[in-house]
């Protein structure tokens, strides 16, 4: 199974169901993942839990406008394990016209699009998010 998508489908049913929180299985790039959405106000916050029984986990909590509506309209998993997709810098994806943000794994960690494009450094399209 795609770790990766495991944590979108975690936070999108989570979202729709209007929780507070999730827990996800910790690993570095769901972190960094989290992370990015922090930064770019789609979470309210997130951290990293270790347990001693069950291994770690990201908690990531959920963040909601004024009308009890999530912050996150949509994600959406581009590059899978059957199909990588790569990009340079100045090939990026736009997202629902410059509403939403793309993800990306780049040599110098998981950044924005906007900070890839800033750094003039490409990689993989993890995901999308608006």
């Given at each position: 199974m795609d770790p990766i998508a495991d944590f979108l489908t975690r936070i999108r049913n989570a979202s729709m169901k209007k929780k507070e929180r999730v827990d996800i299985p910790f690993s570095k790039i769901k972190f960094e993942i989290a992370r990015v959405m922090k930064e770019e106000g789609y979470i309210a916050n997130y951290k990293a839990i270790h347990n001693e029984t069950k291994g770690g986990f990201v908690r990531v909590f959920l963040k909601y406008d004024d009308k009890n509506e999530s912050v996150i309209q949509g994600l959406r998993r581009v590059s899978r394990p059957g199909k990588r997709v790569y990009s340079s810098y100045d090939d990026i994806p736009v997202v629902r016209?410059?509403?939403?943000?793309?993800?990306?794994?780049?040599?110098?960690?998981?950044?924005?699009?906007?900070?890839?494009?800033?750094?003039?450094?490409?990689?993989?399209?993890?995901?999308?998010?608006?």
């Open positions: 016209g410059a509403f939403g943000t793309s993800v990306i794994s780049t040599s110098k960690g998981v950044m924005t699009d906007g900070k890839a494009k800033d750094s003039k450094v490409g990689g993989e399209v993890l995901c999308q998010i608006w």
